[in-house]
């Protein structure tokens, strides 16, 4: 199997112990689930994530696996909004839409990077939400890691300027594109309607609402020798696109939630079984803050150092 830069074979993944539906984003987050009172849903969202890291370290991924306890932070169970990490040893902090999401920045998370692996700088957005300017993370983008291509939806959490920022400090071609679900409704975060792997990328066209922008994008895609898997809004909706590919032991894993896989046609999911392994995680109470298991994985894109025996 030969490495690809899109396919991290190190995940940082947080285990909350308050896990609730964030009041604070659910104005913009139709994927999210409203009025939900489960007594237990914090206890149900532990061990998801707790089953969750253990089948992918059974699958050769390394996941370093950190707790939250605080009762802060509803979201913090998805870590990919706050940091991003790229080749090169280069790790970004973002700015937060949410106040309470601002808390989830963990500086220890960052410290454990700099131990483990070669992170030369640290470049640090945090500071533009004073201004009102934000752009979460690989929420906020689909990074393509090969062409060097940053795709983001148009949204309050997207700031044009924030990103052109970003693009021209990491080396990426922003790629902004407006969409929304059959209802109008913008769609909050670009990972929940793409995923971009090695050999396939996975895209909810139909939200897409420019046409020249939809076929510009397709045929960048289709450019770099991508098979196309084209999906529906309402499968979407069931998190079909917020899918990440990982390097596992022998092969490329796809990881993506059971709700997600259920919602794939026979045929589409055996075109994407031909390109790379198929992991379903089962995550149906964090599916209920909006998110599912692409946001709950921070992939980690840094080489790392070597460890004296």
């Known amino acids: ?68 306890v605080g009762t802060t932070t509803p979201d913090s169970v998805f870590p990919n909004n706050w940091f991003s990490t790229h080749a090169g040893g280069h790790v970004a902090v973002y700015p937060m839409r949410a106040g309470n999401r601002r808390l989830e920045r963990r500086f220890d998370i960052i410290e454990m990077l700099k131990l483990k692996y070669r992170v030369q700088e640290v470049v640090d957005y945090s500071g533009l939400e004073a201004d009102g300017l934000f752009l979460e993370g690989t929420g906020a983008m689909v990074l393509d890691h090969i062409d060097r291509v940053a795709y983001a939806v148009r949204s309050d959490r997207t700031n044009p300027v924030v990103l052109e920022r970003f693009a021209t400090q990491f080396g990426f071609e922003p790629m902004v594109f407006d969409a929304c679900d059959a209802q109008g409704i913008p769609v909050y975060h670009t990972n929940v309607l793409m995923c971009i792997g090695t050999d396939f990328a996975m895209i909810g066209t139909s939200m897409m609402r420019d046409f020249s922008r939809r076929e510009e994008i397709l045929a960048r895609l289709h450019n770099s020798d991508r098979y196309i898997v084209e999906l529906r809004d309402d499968q979407i909706a069931r998190f079909a696109g917020n899918a990440l590919e990982l390097e596992g032991s022998g092969s490329r894993l796809l990881a993506m939630s059971t709700t997600a896989l259920a919602s794939l046609e026979p045929s589409q999911r055996d075109a994407i079984a031909e390109r790379v392994r198929i992991v379903a995680l089962d995550i149906p109470s964090i599916e209920m803050a909006g998110g599912s298991v692409r946001c709950t994985l921070a992939g980690i894109h840094l080489s790392p150092r070597f460890q004296a025996r």
Do not use: C, W
């Open 1 to 68: 199997m030969r490495h690809s830069p899109q396919a991290p074979a190190s995940v940082v993944m947080i285990r909350p112990h308050n896990f609730n539906v964030n009041k604070q984003t659910a104005d913009d987050n139709s994927f999210q689930a409203a009025g939900i009172e489960l007594p237990d849903i914090a206890e149900r969202a532990y061990r998801e994530i707790t089953n969750a890291a253990e089948t992918l370290r059974s699958h050769g991924v390394t996941v370093h696996l950190f707790d939250d």
